[in-house]
Each structure stands twice: as C-alpha cells, then as structure tokens.
C-alpha cells in the first residue's frame, strides 16, 4: 500500500508510488512529456529507441560504433526525439529506461488517458494539507517533478527524522523481532541515502539499546 504523502516522508512515498505506477504501466507519463509521446530517445550514439539502444550496448565497441554512425546517419534533420536525461532523479535508471521504452510505442493521446490515471493516484495519496501544490499542476509528471524538487533533497531536518524513528524503535518481550529489527534496518537506509553512514558500533549499541529484558543473554553476546 502506497503511504499518504505528509511532507516529511518522500522517500517512502516516492518508492511505493513507483512501484505502484509501474505495476499499472503508468510511470512512463512521468518520464516522457506529452509532447514527445511515441517520439525515440536521444541515447549516446545519435537517435535510436531505447530498445535499440539496449542491444548495441550488448556488442563489440566497433560494431556499436558503427550502428550508432547508420543510426545518426538515418536521422539527419529529426530534431523531435526525447532527451535522454530531463526525467526525474530520484528513480533507478532501470526504471526510467523501462519508461523511455513504453513511451516510444504510445501516442499523444494514450498519454493523456494515462496521465488521467497517473494524476488521479498521486492525488488520492497526497495529504490534504498539500493539495495547493496538487492544484497548481495539471499533470502528473508536473506535480511529481515539484514534490521531487520540495521534498527530495537532502536536509538535515529528514536526517534527524530517521534518527529519531530509529531511536524510536522498540523491540517488544513477547513477541516477534522480526518487524521492529527491519524498520530500524529502514531507517538506517534511509539516512546512508541522505549519505549519512552511521558508525557499525552506533548501530550495534542501538541494536542492544533496544532489546527486552528476556534478551539479556543475547546482549551480553552481542556486546
């Protein structure tokens, strides 16, 4: 289930929602503008599809070079193809060339009942506080680029926020581990993506921090 966004979780939020939008063959209407819908990608080499684009870099340097010089030979004058790179940044480049690929084979309209749905998602899990933001963007791919840009970088403020959860973290005495030991692993995740890498002895203390009275063997051992 994709969380509701709050302004303090992008991350989490970002990761579900693309994976959900992915699942329904939604997130190509993030990456490619409506413009350049069914349009090929400007890769390295000249202007291929991203399809293309895949297989000659599974051969020789050479025979590469040469398909990309009959490539950029055959497209002399196109001056419409998509820029490989104006998408979103806090998504894998597997996904964005998954995206690239499915919008070379949709047109204009397709991307307009697609953006239908995609908008239609992103707002239903966008708190109520946000929804000056959603207003002001008509499209999903415009709304996504402007939380990405709020919400995305790097603060200490969301740093602290994962520290804080992580120090929040309880490990209950009657009960499974399991769950609490894999939200502290979230949260410190999250925070050596913000590149902040906590010292293994920190997390090891906070590990043992956190274990129940009936854990005290286990402490012993741990430390």
Known sequence: ???????????????????????????WVI????????????????TQTAGSAAQSATQ???QSAAQGSQVASS???????????????????????????????????????????AYGSLRLRIAPTYKAIVKSYNTARELWRELERRYGQST???????FQAALNVRIPDNASPVGPLA????????MEEQDV???ELLKVMLLASKLPPSYKTIRTIVL
């Not at 990456?31 to 000249?46: I, K, L």
């Not at 200490?156 to 994962?162: Q, T, V």
Request: proline fraction near 6%; avoid cysteine; hydrophobic fraction near 40%.
């Open 31 to 46: 990456v490619v503008p409506r413009s350049q819908a069914g349009q090929p990608v400007t890769t390295a080499v000249g």
């Open 183 to 190: 939200e502290l692993e979230k949260h410190f995740l999250r």
């Open 75 to 117: 497209s002399t004058g196109s001056t419409s193809a998509v820029p490989a790179g104006d998408e979103p940044t806090s998504v894998s480049s597997g996904a964005l060339h998954a995206a690239r690929a499915l919008g070379e084979g949709k047109t204009a309209s397709q991307w307009e009942e697609d953006n239908m749905s």
């Open 156 to 162: 200490m403020m969301k740093i602290f926020s994962d």
């Open 60 to 62: 020789s340097s050479a």
């Open 1 to 27: 289930m994709v969380p509701v966004f709050n302004g303090e979780n992008w991350t989490e939020f970002s990761e579900m929602m693309e994976s959900f939008l992915m699942s329904n063959k939604l997130w």
């Open 197 to 199: 890498e906590l010292p």
